[in-house]
């Protein structure tokens, strides 16, 4: 299935679960969805299932949302006090459509928990109290982190039955009905041989072509690259990497303790969630990596650096990234809320020793190279994500393996091999509906949710004569059209549009959210290095920027980049 009927399927308003291999655009056709229930006067709740994952979405825990805050299980006290939580009524009272980012993480009584509550809360009986929810992650990916040490056990739970690892067996997601949309496009990476390698790991098909492929990338431990970053499948190993790099280095030491404010237990996860150690050690000379996004600043999670020096005043480590560009790195907060109110905060510099670490840590990371041992492996799927935070095969510098390197968890391959024939089962019954009833079906969604239904047929659209030229753009803009299909209602050249969007954006009527409709996958991924590029060449005219990316994107595109800075 593609992106764009995947979207389709979305607007009916049907429960979704959304999914696919790395870079098939998972993220992008979420934003798209967002953008068009925006554009029809509808606000999603926009989740995930842990807070580290929720600061990379701009979202918030699923956890605070429901209200469920650090609970594992419920009792019918505590739903009822949920339920009439003045905070969790505002949330979910009004809503209309849920989204859950990294489903894989939630465990299947948390997705059963959020059922009760929202039934309770909406006074509905149907699954999630009658929401449009839409889970989104990939199986093959982290799975749900153990939360015993934490749990609050009651004899009067509501749950008796015993309850495996992962969200799809629980019985609210067989209830719900979701429609299970598979994208099978491949838009972050271009290396065949490498998404070949990737696509028989995780159909659990490696071969003798995929072990020559990794046989490729084996590499001496004598003729390994330096200053590229080591995946380790056990922290002792990172650990040991990172100590004795750092002790080599004969300047003195500046360490930066993490700050922490919370309840004991919540900041207990929320460490084992962060890519920033508690007590940070820092040398001239270090090799970093950035642990938190901050486009503003020129870093994301993943960007590598080294220690250049430390500020004078406020002793800030500053940093020098790979582009030569250097920045003198504040303190970043992690955050869970909940009733409104914080719940959790970690406070440290967005940093950690990047000679090494885990596979686990490096999930959420893209890398151009990665020095990588399996030998070790002790999990089905460890090699997978390892491999797949690599953007080309070349970027790969294999130390070692074992026999489970290359092996995927069954229960979930499995489950994928299900979920792939429900895709294509969808995508043919929804191919097989007419476009007006497909029409139909999300105007009536639309209007179910409150929201404004906007004219279908755009040959009868009627403009405004009267209006300046560029509001009768914004007005088709808002009706949720493209650049390239106002152009054509219009008459008019994609260029001219584009002027529009440019005075409607710096008079503040497009936001730069909107913008996201028209970014493509590989845009969105390649927005750091070009914001970047605008920063370290000091201009903002579009030319250098083009002659610098030697055009690897048109002069629209750096437009639609440049007005999201």
Not at 30 to 44: A, D, F, K
């Amino acid at each position: 299935m593609n992106q764009a009927q995947a979207l389709q399927i979305l607007k009916t308003g049907t429960n979704v679960f959304l999914t696919g291999e790395p870079g098939s655009g998972k993220t992008y056709t979420i934003n798209q969805y967002v953008s068009y229930l925006r554009s029809h006067g509808i606000e999603p709740s926009i989740t995930a299932s842990t807070g580290i994952a929720a600061t990379h979405i701009g979202g918030m825990t699923i956890h605070s949302w429901s209200g469920i805050g650090i609970k594992s299980r419920l009792n019918k006290n505590e739903l009822n006090s949920i339920a009439t939580n003045d905070y969790v009524l505002k949330r979910i009272g009004p809503a209309k459509v849920l989204i859950i980012d990294e489903i894989s993480m939630l465990p299947s009584e948390t997705l059963e928990m959020i059922d009760l509550i929202c039934k309770e809360v909406k006074k509905n009986s149907l699954p999630f109290g009658g929401l449009q929810v839409v889970l989104v992650g990939d199986f093959f990916q982290l799975p749900p982190v153990d939360k015993k040490q934490i749990s609050e056990f009651s004899q009067e739970n509501l749950f008796d039955e015993a309850k495996s690892k992962f969200a799809y067996d629980s019985h609210v997601w067989r209830q719900a009905e979701f429609v299970t949309c598979y994208l099978t496009e491949q838009h972050r990476q271009d290396d065949k041989d490498f998404l070949l390698l990737l696509s028989k790991i995780r159909s659990n098909n490696f071969d003798d072509l995929s072990l020559s492929l990794i046989n490729q990338r084996k590499t001496d431990l004598l003729k390994l690259p330096v200053d590229v970053p080591k995946l380790y499948s056990h922290n002792i190993d990172v650990d040991l990497v990172n100590d004795r790099m750092l002790d080599k280095i004969q300047s003195p030491v500046q360490f930066y303790p993490m700050s922490t404010k919370g309840h004991e237990a919540l900041i207990k996860v929320m460490k084992k969630g962060c890519l920033s150690p508690e007590i940070l050690f820092l040398k001239i000379g270090a090799s970093v990596m950035f642990t938190k996004n901050n486009a503003r600043e020129g870093y994301v999670n993943g960007t590598l650096g080294i220690v250049e020096g430390f500020d004078s005043d406020t002793e800030l480590p500053i940093i020098k990234i790979r582009n030569g560009r250097k920045i003198t790195v504040e303190p970043a907060d992690w955050v869970v809320e909940e009733d409104g109110k914080i719940k959790g905060r970690l406070t440290q510099i967005p940093l950690r020793l990047a000679w090494a670490i885990t596979v686990h840590k490096s999930q959420g990371i893209s890398l151009d190279e990665a020095i990588i041992d399996l030998s070790k492996v002790f999990e089905f799927g460890q090699g997978y994500v390892a491999l797949s935070r690599v953007r080309r095969l070349s970027g790969i510098y294999i130390i070692g393996w074992n026999e489970k390197a290359f092996q995927v968890d069954k229960d979930v391959l499995k489950q994928d091999s299900q979920m792939r024939q429900e895709s294509l089962q969808a995508e043919k019954f929804f191919a097989d509906l007419s476009s007006q009833m497909l029409n139909k079906a999300s105007e009536d969604f639309v209007n179910k949710c409150g929201g404004q239904v906007h004219v279908r047929d755009t040959s009868k659209i009627k403009i405004n004569k009267k209006a300046p030229t560029h509001l009768e753009t914004l007005d088709l803009w808002r009706r949720g059209k493209t650049i390239r299909e106002i152009a054509k209602i219009r008459n008019l050249s994609s260029k001219t549009i584009m002027t529009h969007i440019e005075k409607l954006f710096e008079s503040s009527k497009i936001t730069a959210a909107d913008l996201v409709r028209e970014a493509s996958p590989k845009l969105i991924r390649d927005l750091p290095k070009i914001h970047i590029a605008f920063t370290v060449l000091n201009t903002n005219k579009l030319t250098p920027i083009y002659e610098n990316f030697k055009g690897t994107y048109t002069y629209d595109e750096l437009k639609i980049a440049k007005m999201m800075m």
